[in-house]
């Protein structure tokens, strides 16, 4: 069964990190490019992050660069984003997908930035 799984999410103050997870089973992770995406109260989701397959090239949102970074340990099949000097503009439900939106999505993981 093709599944993906968020974690990592919570409540943090403006300045904060955190670390959000994406476990993948149900297909070969490790041949699929991967992305990090998320969806604000109101607001259309929005592609935040992507990683080749191998982990080597990598392509971020004009709004994170510098901020984020996106990483991935295929032989755990997982996912990562290390999310740095966080803004309450960050609050949102983070989600993880392939650049094509070809799996089914998971529930999220809420990220809450506020003092």
């Known amino acids: 069964q093709v599944q993906l799984v968020e974690s990592g999410g919570g409540l943090v103050q403006p300045g904060g990190s955190l670390r959000l997870s994406c476990a993948a089973s149900g297909f070969s992770f490790s041949d699929t490019g991967m992305a990090w995406y998320r969806q604000g109260v109101g607001k259309q989701r929005e592609l935040v992050a992507t990683?080749?397959?191998?982990?080597?090239?990598?392509a971020y949102v004009d709004s994170v660069k510098g901020r984020f970074t996106i990483s991935r340990d295929n032989a755990k099949k997982t996912m990562f984003l290390q999310m740095n000097t966080l803004k309450p503009e960050d609050t949102a439900v983070y989600y993880c997908?392939?650049?094509?939106?070809?799996?089914?999505w998971g529930q999220g993981t809420q990220v809450t930035v506020s003092s």
């Open positions: 997908n392939t650049p094509r939106e070809s799996v089914n």
């Open positions: 990683i080749s397959n191998s982990g080597t090239r990598t």
